[in-house]
């Protein structure tokens, strides 16, 4: 299985809500990673959880709360966000053995609209 | 910004056609690997070249890696139309005991049957 799967695929919320964005692998992988991206634009990397600890956080506002429960799962959990968080939310997840680099499997992604 | 630039930005080739997208990139790097989305959806790994490679071949996908001038290309041979889609390259690095992708800015490769 070289699935990396994402719910819901679609979410409109608004700015006084709280949701959350899910994201779940079944590969063995133990580096697990949200982007956002907007249109015609590359991914922007928001989050790294290595080994189920958060190891990086590229300075992203507060109202945006990653979680890591287990090794299979992934949650952004959402609150009070703006019109211009609205984007296309990817997690990916890739293998993380010490000194080595592999490539990253993509989820589908979560088409998020604030209104 | 340590964000890689591609070129060209859009490039439209009839069938059959090669096509080739060029990225350069600022820092060092572990590997470089080019990703392909369909629109408005999730990326699909392609190819990875190591730091210390040069050249490396998958199916019609050739690419190259010039780490002197910070350079890479991504030629696709005898294009198809099932091709069209954007293409990135990503650039990965340490951060910390980290690794993560820097992807640059994209190339939307048309291909007209």
């Known amino acids: 299985d070289t699935e990396v799967t994402q719910t819901p695929k679609h979410l409109v919320m608004g700015m006084t809500n709280k949701k959350s964005l899910k994201c779940e692998q079944h590969m063995g992988h133990r580096a697990m990673y949200w982007y956002k991206q907007k249109a015609k634009k590359p991914p922007e990397l928001m989050f790294v959880y290595s080994y189920e600890k958060l190891s990086i956080n590229e300075s992203v506002p507060s109202r945006f709360s990653p979680e890591c429960p287990n090794s299979s799962l992934l949650n952004l959990h959402l609150h009070a966000l703006q019109p211009e968080d609205s984007a296309l939310y990817l997690c990916?997840?890739?293998?993380?053995?010490?000194?080595?680099?592999?490539?990253?499997?993509f989820g589908p992604g979560t088409r998020l609209t604030v209104t | 910004s340590q964000q890689g630039e591609e070129d060209p930005q859009a490039l439209s080739i009839q069938e059959g056609e090669n096509a080739t997208m060029n990225c350069s990139y600022k820092?060092?790097?572990?590997?470089l690997q080019w990703y392909r989305q369909n629109s408005g959806r999730g990326l699909v790994h392609l190819i990875l070249i190591r730091s210390n490679e040069r050249e490396k071949h998958s199916g019609r996908l050739r690419v190259t890696l010039d780490t002197s001038k910070k350079s890479s290309s991504l030629l696709i041979t005898a294009s198809r139309a099932a091709d069209t889609a954007s293409y990135f390259c990503a650039t990965d690095v340490f951060q910390g005991n980290t690794d993560k992708l820097i992807f640059g800015t994209g190339t939307r490769l048309q291909v007209f049957p």
């Open positions: 820092t060092s790097i572990n590997n």
């Open positions: 990916a997840s890739s293998q993380d053995l010490a000194g080595l680099s592999y490539e990253q499997y």
